[in-house]
T-cell receptor
Framework: EADIYQTPRYLVIGTGKKITLECSQT?????MYWYQQDPGMELHLIHY???????EKGDLSSESTVSRIRTEHFPLTLESARPSHTSQYLC??????????????FGSGTRLTVV | GEDVEQSLFLSVREGDSSVINCTYT??????LYWYKQEPGAGLQLLTY?????DMKQDQRLTVLLNKKDKHLSLRIADTQTGDSAIYFC????????????FGSGTRLQVQP
């Protein structure tokens, strides 16, 4: 049973449209992440958050933006979608652990196609 | 900087053992992880190993860590068709603010 939810599961949208990909988790995790996954499988970190009102850009430059107004919610927005944004977007969360084991819980992903 | 590398593809017969390899460059990695991704799904944490361990076994899974060579492997015993998926290794450097760095993934194909 998933504790982290992404919607929509699939999205096909025209160039220039504004879109928001939703991500919510029910585990109370402080840390949340967005990864972009290439068709060739590699994951690239594009945004992360360590808590409410904390957001940082990841290793891969992205034209998307994120917000973290509530602990459980970490939406990603593209103001003007382009075909180059076509990809799989994966959301994940994790918690601080006294053992230091920082495993992530992933959502099922949103597959975005911009035509 | 850190870099995590994996071979892209592995094919085995059902019932055989699979060994998926990973190399990493950052010697300060604290934890190393193996994730599994089935088609159309997100990543699922399979197992992890702390950097001061050499081996960890969990049912059909065995993780071996060679810190000297910065080499991590995942052995799946008695591989089943349901094990067909993409396997990612990942590293983290500390418990603090750093996100995981993932390898490029190894696609495991299990032939009946």
């Amino acid at each position: 049973e998933a504790d982290i939810y992404q919607t929509p599961r699939y999205l096909v949208i025209g160039t220039g449209k504004k879109i928001t990909l939703e991500c919510s988790q029910t585990m109370g995790h402080d840390k949340m992440y967005w990864y972009q996954q290439d068709p060739g499988m590699e994951l690239h970190l594009i945004h992360y958050s360590y808590g409410v009102n904390s957001t940082e850009k990841g290793d891969l430059s992205s034209e998307s933006t994120v917000s973290r107004i509530r602990t459980e919610h970490f939406p990603l927005t593209l103001e003007s979608a382009r075909p180059s944004h076509t990809s799989q977007y994966l959301c994940a969360s994790s918690e601080y652990s006294v053992q230091g084991q920082d495993g992530y819980t992933f959502g099922s992903g949103t597959r975005l196609t911009v035509v | 900087g850190e870099d995590v590398e994996q071979s892209l593809f592995l094919s085995v017969r059902e019932g055989d053992s699979s060994v998926i390899n990973c190399t990493y460059t950052d010697s300060s990695s604290t934890y190393l992880y193996w994730y599994k991704q089935e088609p159309g799904a997100g990543l699922q944490l399979l197992t992890y190993i702390f950097s001061n361990m050499d081996m960890k076994q969990d049912q059909r899974l065995t993780v071996l860590l060679n810190k000297k060579d910065k080499h991590l492997s995942l052995r799946i015993a008695d591989t089943q068709t349901g094990d067909s998926a993409i396997y990612f290794c990942a590293e983290s450097m500390d418990t603090g603010r750093r996100a995981l760095t993932f390898g490029s993934g190894t696609r495991l194909q299990v032939q009946p």
